[in-house]
């Protein structure tokens, strides 16, 4: 069966937006994104935006200019993350190992979903429907992923007999664990279990969590 190819006209628009930016404009939103991640990931999401201005090294003012919200700023990164993924399984298309760039894709869409839930914890609170704001990159990651599952399924690595639906609903339910009290360890687990259901040849497969 041959691999779906995807027509020019279907990537988002919303892509390029900030590209869009003189360089040094966005260089600054690059570091200001790189330090809320990491401010946020060690402070929690209630960290105020001057650490996060902080550790970019660049005004509170220039912070506000590219994120007038708190919101704006967990919202940005999100997006930022899922443009992140779109470009990987764009690249993991062309590795050789089919059916180990699939799985190798899916571990890591697990990882970044399961960090980033308090962010769309707090974008639900503030009454933000995130989920319509991002609708275009969320069908261009499916895609991707979709590309990338079928080479996996024609290289004879993963079973046919799945959909991508199917896949992307136990990967995220497998994620969901983490919300209720689960380690993220146990999640990542929990996805490598998933990851060797899918698999034709199994038994010639040494899981992830070492099972």
């Known amino acids: 069966m041959q691999v779906p190819q ?25 570091r200001i994104l790189e330090a809320a991640e990491e401010v946020f990931g060690r402070d929690g999401i209630s960290a105020p935006v001057d650490l996060v201005a902080e550790r970019a090294g660049v005004g509170v003012g220039t912070l506000y200019r590219h994120f007038p919200t708190k919101e704006a700023l967990f919202e940005a990164i999100v997006l930022d993350k899922l443009d992140d993924l779109i470009a990987a ?8 190992d089919a059916t180990e760039a699939f799985f190798d894709f899916l ?61 992307m609903g136990l990967v995220m339910g497998a994620c969901s664990f983490e919300r209720s009290g689960v380690s993220d360890d146990v999640a990542r687990r929990l996805v490598g279990v998933v990851c060797d259901g899918l698999r034709t040849g199994r038994s010639t497969h040494q899981s992830s969590n070492g099972a």
């Open 107 to 167: 571990l890591r869409m697990a990882e970044e979903v399961t960090l980033k839930h308090d962010l769309f914890d707090a974008l639900a609170a503030a009454g933000i429907d995130f989920k319509s704001r991002c609708v275009d990159r969320a069908q261009y990651l499916k895609q991707s992923l979709d590309r990338l599952r079928q080479r996996a399924v024609d290289a004879g690595g993963v079973r046919d007999d799945v959909t991508m639906e199917q896949v």
């Open 89 to 96: 399984a764009d690249a993991d298309v062309e590795k050789g």
């Open 6 to 30: 995807r027509d020019a006209a279907e990537t988002p628009i919303e892509l390029a937006d900030h590209r869009q930016l003189r360089a040094d404009a966005q260089r600054n939103r690059r």
